[in-house]
């Protein structure tokens, strides 16, 4: 599975590549607001820290202007993903997007049913947001296992990209599910590490060392 990081923030997306952890970047308006950055000038600089997809989206709602946005955003870098809602324009643009050769990601994305939609669009990404289904009281998991089911049995090339992650505990069922991508919030990523018996084996270990006295490295 592919991990995607939920920021515009660029100081987190740098650290976090450095890492080894990121194979592409996930924007959307709430983001770039966070940030406080232009968003032209913000995305340019995430294109140019990772080498995978960046996802910006437009803030148009009618196909011709989310259009002409798109043209705006696909001109800023190759790895630019044109993130689109789930609406019959946004459909409609995505379906014109991918015949053009841009990678898309619809976005906003509740249900199978919307899900089977952008995946007959030609959606490189689907994004389905399991923390505000969860939210509403459902299960957001569920939708991810139901459009799994559905773009195996039509063998759909659409990826499910879950979005918005609350927890590590969806990183691991995304995970088991077969999802092919998460996008997740820098700390939600930074805590996929923490182990309480790693932190205690390390420091046992770390304490039979130092009454080794040896050093390894001189
Ligand atoms: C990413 O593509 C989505 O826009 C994001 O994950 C939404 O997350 P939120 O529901 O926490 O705002």
Not at 69 to 77: C, T
Not at 105 to 126: D, E, H, M, R
Request: hydrophobic residues 45%; aromatic residues 6%.
């Amino acid at each position: 599975m592919k991990f995607f990081v939920d920021t515009a923030d660029v100081d987190d997306i740098r650290e976090l590549n450095a890492l080894g952890l990121v194979d592409g970047v996930t924007t959307n308006p709430s983001l770039i607001l966070k940030s406080g950055r232009d968003i032209i000038e913000v995305t340019k600089e995430i294109c140019g820290i990772v080498d995978g997809p960046v996802s910006a989206e437009v803030a148009a709602t009618e196909y011709d202007q989310m259009m002409k946005e798109a043209a705006v955003l696909g001109d800023i870098a190759d790895n630019i993903c044109i993130k689109l809602p789930l609406t019959l324009d946004g459909l409609k643009a995505c379906k014109s997007l991918t015949d053009a050769g841009h990678k898309t990601n619809v976005t906003l994305c509740f249900s199978a049913n919307q899900a089977l939609l952008a995946a007959k669009a030609g959606a490189t990404y689907i994004s389905p947001f399991v923390g505000r289904v969860d939210d509403i009281g459902t299960d957001g998991m569920d939708l991810i296992q139901e459009i799994r089911t559905i773009y195996d049995n039509y063998d759909f090339k659409t990826e499910i990209l879950v979005a918005s992650i609350r927890s590590v505990s969806h990183v691991k069922i995304a995970a088991l599910i077969g999802a092919d991508v998460s996008t997740i919030p820098p700390s939600t990523l930074r805590a996929l590490v923490k182990h309480p018996l790693t932190d205690k084996g390390l420091a046992a270990f770390l304490a039979d060392w130092e009454k080794t006295g040896q050093d390894i490295a001189g």
